[in-house]
């Protein structure tokens, strides 16, 4: 049975023109296009301090999406934090950091695998960067080597149709300029893990899960014998 989340979010996002389908985990997923792009969109309800004796306390619902864009190369924007939320959403550390006091003054950092490119597309684009960054919930937004993603956690109810607009908007826009610059010199490829999760994250999950319960299965049975050979 569809929950109250569900029916809202099918709400507000099936009118786009895409399907819908659940994924381990409390997750549902959406694709189709966007013009001539593919999207993908994966929510989640996320519970903190879940238990035995205890269903936890709701934390709202992660939103990640997913625009296709063959960039072949990396950059991402982030708030500026040393706490818990920086260290989860900071970039990689092969990603250097570009100059761009706009952003820098609003708290954001933007780093590039080609630290050039990286400060042309951010400083050609800084309004609308920190505008998506300034959105509530924002966590990070990436420039993978095959699609822009955007993450954001935020409660249920604040996922509307116009925060929606302006998430995809953006995406589109930042990629349609990235693909104008010329191509980055520092290059990189999708990976498996990426791809799997950007296009068959569902698929990934029950894979993880059912390792899981294997290695879970074996532990046990492997502590059954030792116990019955002693």
Do not use: C
Not at 7 to 33: E, F, N, V, W
Not at 57 to 73: A, K, M, N, Q
Not at 77 to 92: F, H
Not at 198 to 225: D, E, H, N, P, W
């Amino acid at each position: 049975m569809a929950t109250a989340s569900e029916h809202h979010l099918d709400k507000i996002l099936l009118p786009y023109g895409l399907t819908a389908s659940d994924y381990p985990g409390s997750g549902r997923q959406y694709q189709g296009h966007i013009g001539s792009r593919s999207i993908h969109i994966y929510t989640r309800s996320i519970t903190t301090g879940k238990r035995s004796d205890s269903p936890g306390r709701y934390s709202g619902h992660s939103v990640e999406i997913y625009l296709d864009s063959s960039l072949h190369t990396r950059a991402q924007l982030n708030a500026q934090s040393s706490g818990l939320s920086g260290m989860l959403n900071r970039a990689p550390q092969n990603l250097d950091t570009t100059a761009v006091p706009y952003l820098e003054n609003k708290g954001l950092l933007f780093t590039a695998l080609d630290r050039q490119w990286g400060t042309a597309l951010a400083e050609s684009t800084q309004e609308l960067l920190a505008a998506t960054a300034e959105q509530p919930g924002f966590r990070f937004l990436r420039f993978q080597p095959e699609a822009l993603h955007l993450a954001a956690q935020l409660h249920w109810q604040e996922i509307t149709t116009e925060k929606l607009d302006f998430w995809i908007s953006a995406l589109t826009s930042l990629a349609s300029h990235a693909e104008t610059l010329e191509p980055a010199q520092v290059t990189a490829s999708e990976s498996k893990q990426e791809r799997n999760m950007r296009l068959a994250r569902g698929s990934t999950l029950k894979r993880l899960r059912f390792f899981g319960v294997t290695v879970g299965l074996s532990i046990v049975l492997i502590v059954m014998i030792i116990f019955r050979s002693l």
